[in-house]
Each structure stands twice: as C-alpha cells, then as structure tokens.
C-alpha cells in the first residue's frame, strides 16, 4: 500500500475500480470531494493499474490540496478468479477494508467509485448510533437485494472488525469456487443473518441523506446503479465537475 499519511484514527474513504473506471469515474469524483469544504482522506484500491494510472494519481495529489490520497495496488497475480471477473471487482474492496481497519482507520466509509460528492457524508454519519450501517432494503424479495454496497460503513471498533474479518475471508472462500454471481451484496446478508445476536445492535441504516440514488438535493452523495451511470442525469452532474 502507498500510504504517505497518518491514517490511525481518521476518517478515510474507500473506494476501488480498474482502470476504465478511473479514467471514467474515478478522477471525477476525487474532483467533486475536492470541491466540498474539509479536509478528507481517500483510499483508492487500483486493479491493474499502468503508469499513465500512478502518474495522474501523483497529478491528482498535488492538485487537489484538501485530499490526501493513498492507494493500493492489485496485480490479481496467483489468483483463482470468477469466471466474470467484475463479480471480484466488487468484493476486493471489503477485503482491503478488513486490511485498513487493522491499520487503525478510525471510520471506514466504502462507496462505489461512480459517485458524486456534494457535502461532507462524515458529519451526518455522527449521528449513527451503531458502529457499522448499509442501505438495507428488507421488502427486497430476492436475498441479494435486500443489502446494497454501494454504501458500507465501519467504526473501527471490536466487533465491526469480527464481522469484517468474516466478510473478507468469506468472501475470499467463495470466490475460490469461481461462482457465477455477485456475492458482495449476498455474503453481508447472510453474516448479519446468522449473527443476528451479536451484530443486530452492531449494524443500523444509512442515514438517507448520505447517499442517494435518486439525485435528492439534500444527500450529500449521488451515484447510479447499472446503465443509469450512463443516463442523461448522472452524466450531466459529472460533466458538470469534469469542465469546473
């Protein structure tokens, strides 16, 4: 990890992407925490990076004076991969949360990289009165749909920790048998299911003005879920942080 900044005990924001989705998300939301007043700390997990990656990551840090960025690099060498190997794109970023929680990370706040920041999401985030939280969505019929993580919070707290460790080497378990679906979703509803007796208390909802799908002026991030990101609304809010 290249981490050039105290991180024990502060606030960091994880995100993790390929880079497609660096040159396409990535950049532009970096460019819109900058543009919120604060100071905040950002973890970027790199898949298969190249130069011209590292090299604006550099660019970035030197331009964007109130982030300090740290990244992480993932060469995905020796690895039993799923046969879509998005389906580990999205997991590798709770595995590298279980990683920087014991680093000593204060909060964790773990966030799909098409997202768009308006306000700071860590003072509203104060008010959880758990140590953890996702987007629950319990009227949800099929079990993959009733978490989504496109939002994950973790205090770094003892208990957030056992259940962070369960989710990474689950996640890391089931992947080795190479499966044809998402898990990133599955797996958190599953842990929280069957430890409903010592993580019930532990985890509550993402206040619903930290992030929204729905573009509500009131939350202080925005993303898109599938070809939405791709849809006229999304891309006129980015475009609007791409030409600032």
Not at 16 to 31: G, I, N, P, Q, T
Not at 137 to 150: D, E, G, M, Q, Y
Not at 201 to 224: E, H, Q
Request: hydrophobic share 45%; glycine share 4%.
């Amino acid at each position: 990890m290249d981490i050039p900044y105290d991180i024990k005990d502060k606030d960091l924001i994880l995100v993790a992407c390929d880079e497609v989705y660096f040159w396409d998300y990535a950049v532009s939301f970096l460019k819109s925490l900058s543009m919120v007043d604060g100071t905040f700390h950002v973890h970027l997990h790199l898949i298969r990076p190249t130069a011209d990656v590292l090299l604006q990551i550099e660019n970035l840090r030197s331009s964007l004076g109130n982030l300090a960025i740290s990244f992480s690099v993932d060469v995905m060498i020796g690895l039993d991969l799923p046969r879509k190997v998005n389906i580990y794109y999205n997991c590798c970023r709770f595995i590298v949360a279980d990683q920087l929680l014991h680093l000593h990370v204060g909060r964790l706040l773990i966030l799909d990289v098409d997202t768009i920041a308006r306000t700071s999401p860590w003072e509203k985030l104060v008010a959880l009165k758990t140590d953890g939280a996702f987007v629950f969505r319990p009227h949800a019929r099929k079990s993959w749909h009733k978490i989504l993580a496109n939002t994950v919070y973790f205090k770094n707290s003892a208990d957030v920790r056992v259940f962070s460790r369960r989710f990474a080497s689950s996640l890391l378990s089931v992947l080795a048998r190479n499966p044809p679906y998402h898990i990133d979703q599955l797996i958190p509803y599953y842990l929280l299911k069957i430890g409903a007796m010592r993580f019930s208390r532990v985890f509550g909802s993402i206040p619903a003005d930290v992030m929204c799908l729905g573009y509500n002026a009131k939350a202080s991030l925005w993303t898109a879920k599938g070809g939405d990101k791709r849809g006229s609304k999304f891309q006129l809010e980015k475009s609007k942080i791409d030409n600032a």
